[in-house]
């Protein structure tokens, strides 16, 4: 592998760690992985993470962002664009795997 190859795919991989490093969005990550085929608004997302609706939306840029979730369908709600989110086709097929590794790691912090 070239050393321009091997730097793009660690920093691909730094950004998905930086995503992954929050709590909220590690909760996130696994609703929406075990729940492939279930669109969630934010509305939804914060009553099921116990968040306010509006700090939520920084954690779910950021997870679209990545591209490990992705809008699902998008609708009109009195004058307002409201978008449902669902695990991305790449999350939802290796959720499983990424669980198997988390649970696998042994981090003595």
Not at 28 to 50: C, F, I, R, S
């Amino acid at each position: 592998m070239t050393t321009k190859r091997r730097r793009a795919r660690l920093a691909r991989a730094a950004r998905l760690f930086h995503v992954l490093g929050h709590d909220v969005r590690i909760d996130l990550v696994e609703l929406m992985g075990l729940t492939p085929d279930v669109n969630w608004t934010t509305k939804d997302l914060a009553e099921h993470v116990v968040m306010n609706q509006t700090n939520l939306y920084h954690h779910v840029h950021l997870l679209e962002e990545s591209g490990l979730i992705v809008v699902a369908a998008t609708r009109r709600v009195n004058g307002i664009i409201e978008k449902q989110y669902c695990a991305s086709p790449q999350l939802a097929k290796g959720y499983a795997a990424l669980l198997d590794a988390i649970r696998r790691v042994d981090v003595n912090v």
